[in-house]
């Protein structure tokens, strides 16, 4: 019982609980006042999509006996895998990247549980370049990975450095 309690079970906890309600309230506060593009800075718009399928639009004209299952089932896998990854690996930097991973995972399945789709409202764009409207939990995991990655890299290439 100790274990699952731990100081980076803790972090896990309340950094997925944090990115779970700053998503669901931005999803809310996109809902209520964006109507058509707000344009923010030259390269941000906020704009109010829904989006059916996974990153990009990926399987969003699937039908829905393969859709729906993948959409469902991968969310809660990735967040108790996260976190039993947070748990054993007991680095503080792996528990805030993996809460991250977590609450962005939990955001994105509470639209797809009540609502059938998730709600996407940053859009970026500059010139010919545009990335698909996303959202806070689509952020929140992108960015915890990126963050990973590269403290593994760093991490390992240091324990490398000193044999």
Request: proline share 4%.
């Amino acid at each position: 019982m100790e274990r699952f309690f731990s100081q980076y079970a803790l972090t896990y906890l309340a950094v997925c609980f944090f990115v779970l309600m700053v998503d669901l309230y931005t999803k809310h506060l996109a809902e209520q006042f964006i109507e058509g593009e707000v344009q923010i800075l030259p390269f941000l718009k906020l704009v109010m999509v829904y989006n059916k399928g996974v990153a990009f639009g990926l399987f969003s004209q699937a039908p829905d006996w393969l859709r729906l299952p993948i959409l469902l089932l991968f969310p809660p896998i990735a967040v108790l895998i996260t976190f039993i990854y947070s748990i054993k690996q007991k680095d503080p930097v792996v528990s805030l990247c993996m809460g991250a991973i977590g609450g962005g995972a939990l955001g994105n399945l509470y639209d797809r549980l009540f609502l059938g789709q998730v709600r996407d409202f940053i859009y970026l764009s500059y010139g010919k370049f545009s990335y698909p409207a996303f959202n806070l939990a689509d952020a929140s995991i992108s960015v915890a990975i990126v963050v990973f990655l590269f403290y593994e890299f760093f991490r390992k290439r240091k324990t490398y450095d000193l044999h």
